[in-house]
């Protein structure tokens, strides 16, 4: 990869894991007070998993996601990207990884209003290393007919799939999702579902999914579920559903 100094630490132990987070804590100093974010979170991501992570508001979710994101760091513990240390890393070096390796979703899609869907999606691609072309990135989310439309003649549904075709469009590694339904109704959350689980069951890209709604779970390799910033719970549904088969 070449943009991060080997850490002294052991590499992942077993071949194909791409996340490590060892030890890993956060504090946020409010004035006299602390908050304890996360409190030791232990956690290895193998290519090409589906994890959901669920848990309360507060449980440490985001921050999670954020530090493996290279969007935050740790006050204690490492993060390494297949062996390379992220933890130590420079804003120049994080830049780059979020860069070149990590694509992210959030509830809010954060797309240009002045901008079409394809402008938006080539923000991007201009930037990244071995994109996809934005025409094609909006294919692959289903919107190969509203190339130069603007987020305001979109719906919901489509402004957060420009979004995925964005975040997907420099090839990552790894897709981050902070609640990407959480603004949207039933049935358009399933179309947005659909694409991410396409994602990563075409193209083989790691993603992790925070939600509040259980039944997305069903989607997942395997779920974790997370309390006072820690890790509470752990569980591998025994048949990972298609977004068509749950409800709620």
């Known amino acids: 990869m070449g943009l991060m100094r080997e850490s002294a630490a052991p590499s992942p132990a077993r071949p194909g894991v791409v996340l490590v987070a060892q030890g890993l804590a956060k504090i946020y100093r409010m004035g006299t007070s602390e908050v304890h974010a996360l409190r030791g979170v232990d956690l290895a991501v193998d290519a090409g998993e589906f994890i959901v992570l669920l848990g309360p508001s507060g449980s440490g979710k985001s921050t999670l996601l954020n530090i493996l994101g290279g ?30 390796h990590v694509g992210f979703v959030f509830q809010f899609y954060n797309l240009i209003p002045s901008l079409t869907a394809r402008e938006n999606v080539a923000l991007v691609t201009d930037i990244a290393e071995r994109p996809m072309a934005p025409e094609e990135a909006l294919d692959w989310v289903g919107l190969a007919e509203r190339l130069d439309h603007f987020p305001s003649q979109l719906s919901g549904g489509e402004q957060q799939r420009v979004a995925i075709a964005r975040a997907i469009a420099k090839r990552p590694e790894v897709l981050l999702c902070d609640e990407p339904t959480g603004a949207l109704d039933y049935e358009t959350g399933k179309l947005v579902l659909e694409v991410i689980a396409r994602v990563n069951a075409e193209l083989g890209t790691t993603a992790m999914v925070i939600t509040h709604n259980a039944a997305i779970a069903g989607m997942a390799d395997r779920v974790l579920k997370l309390g006072n910033g820690r890790i509470v719970g752990e569980s591998r549904p025994e048949r990972k559903l298609t977004p068509a088969e749950i409800s709620w």
């Open 71 to 100: 969007l935050d760091t740790p006050s204690a513990g490492h993060v390494r990207f297949v062996g390379h240390e992220l933890t130590r890393a420079g804003e120049p070096e994080l830049t780059r990884y979020r860069r070149e």
